[in-house]
């Protein structure tokens, strides 16, 4: 059973980035309310994960940068949105390159479904 959100903030890993593989993201359980979406592991929930892996593909569009990242355990893709007063500046994540090893903290949301 996963739990009410009034119980949320008395959970010790609410606002912790906790370490998972990809797998484990990917089968995060979605509960769809009229406000938001909730994310649930374990019947916990769950607001912010930290990935390392190797970055196997990277492409810039028009105000994000998409990133794939593989753990070895299944492949993730990591979207960054950027103002485009910050393009003629310094791109964030300008100087990852393919076959690196990154390890990126970030909140779980719902992007393009």
């Known amino acids: 059973m996963n739990q009410p959100i009034s119980v949320w903030g008395l959970d010790s890993q609410f606002s912790c980035y906790r370490k998972l593989i990809v797998k484990d993201i990917k089968s995060i359980h979605i509960v769809e309310t009229n406000l938001c979406y909730e994310f649930y592991l374990f019947n916990r929930s769950i607001q912010r994960v930290e990935v390392v892996g190797y970055v196997v593909s990277k492409?810039?569009?028009?105000?994000?940068?998409?990133?794939?990242?593989?753990?070895?355990?299944?492949?993730?893709?990591?979207?960054?949105?950027?103002?485009?007063?910050?393009?003629?500046?310094?791109?964030?994540?300008?100087?990852?390159?393919?076959?690196?090893?990154v390890s990126l903290k970030g909140r779980i949301v719902m992007f393009n479904k």
């Not at 950027?82 to 390159?97: H, W």
């Open 59 to 101: 492409s810039i569009k028009s105000k994000k940068i998409i990133l794939y990242i593989d753990d070895g355990s299944d492949v993730i893709q990591i979207v960054k949105f950027f103002d485009e007063t910050d393009y003629n500046k310094s791109l964030p994540y300008s100087n990852i390159s393919l076959g690196d090893m």
